[in-house]
């Protein structure tokens, strides 16, 4: 098949998996100021939708570990034998099947997972273990570990301060005036997500370009593909993902304005933090854990533990699956090029 029609069949599949990331992932991001009220559900999306562009458009950190430091795009194929457009095939079509699997049943996996454990099992199917970058994989798995834990420790924290400090105050003017923040902090969530999240695609785009020869290295993130992938997050955004906003917003443990504001600070701190040092991670996840610190400060009894856990299998089972997904479909595809 011609090259270029592959790279087009990428940049759809990518721009897709950006689509589903909207309204797969945003919801998390807007889900405790719409379950508090701070925000009617349209205006949050509108907010998120906005948000989640400005954010994207900003930053290329993430983009480039993405696009490189897992495999070396460059060593999978020619132009004439483009092995890796097939494996982003792979790598795309596996993590938009789970999406959308884990999406319907209103579980909040993560796409940043699925993405990654995908790439991983395409590269592998393709071209062996040797393939696989251990150091910057490692790297990445670290971090994806590390975030959710370092969330729900600081929403805990976060969470128990504010109570030292208003636990005397009337609870009705507590509430008004941490709504109010809820607006800023839900801008600051979806800002933090647009900065990490959207350039996967931009990162799985530019690994395809690179193994296609129509560019050099994945040092540069051309604008058309910052100004694609960003659009796509938002209109995925403003499509928005009710399912998720409810299990987030609603089935974790009742959440109220003070605990919404302390559990979005503290997972857009996390995000943004990781996105400066160029590190993937799960928003979905660092925005769960950050809710379940925030309300085992509150009231550790007070947290639904059992859907707490049934998230905590979904995260873990989501690299394994996919890897073996992807690698499958790369095996399907292979017997037709």
Known sequence: MDIYI?????????LGFDFINGFHDTANAIATSVSTRA???????????VMNFVGAMLFTGIAKTIGGKIADPSKL???D????VY???????GAIIWNLLTWWVGIPSSSSHALIGALTGAVVSAAGLSAINSSGFIDIIKALILSPLIAFTG?????????????KSSPHQVNKMFRSGQVLTAAFQSFTHGTNDAQKAMGIITFALVTAGLQDNTDHIPLWVKVSAATAMALGTSIGGWKIIKTMGTKIFKIEPINGFAADITSATVILTATLTHLPVSTTHVITSS?????????????KWGLAGRIVISWVITIPITMILAALIYQVIALFE
Do not use: D, E, N
Request: glycine share 10%; proline share 5%.
């Open 39 to 49: 925000l009617s559900p349209r205006l949050a999306i509108v907010v998120a939708s």
């Open 291 to 303: 809710i379940l610190g925030v309300g085992s400060a509150k009231r550790f009894s007070a947290v």
């Open 81 to 84: 034998h483009p092995i890796g």
């Open 6 to 14: 592959l790279v087009g069949i990428v940049i759809f599949l990518a």
């Open 155 to 167: 929403g805990f924290i976060v969470m128990w301060i504010l109570k030292q400090i208003f636990a």
């Open 77 to 79: 194929g020619t132009p």
């Open 87 to 93: 494996v982003v095939i792979a790598t795309l079509l």
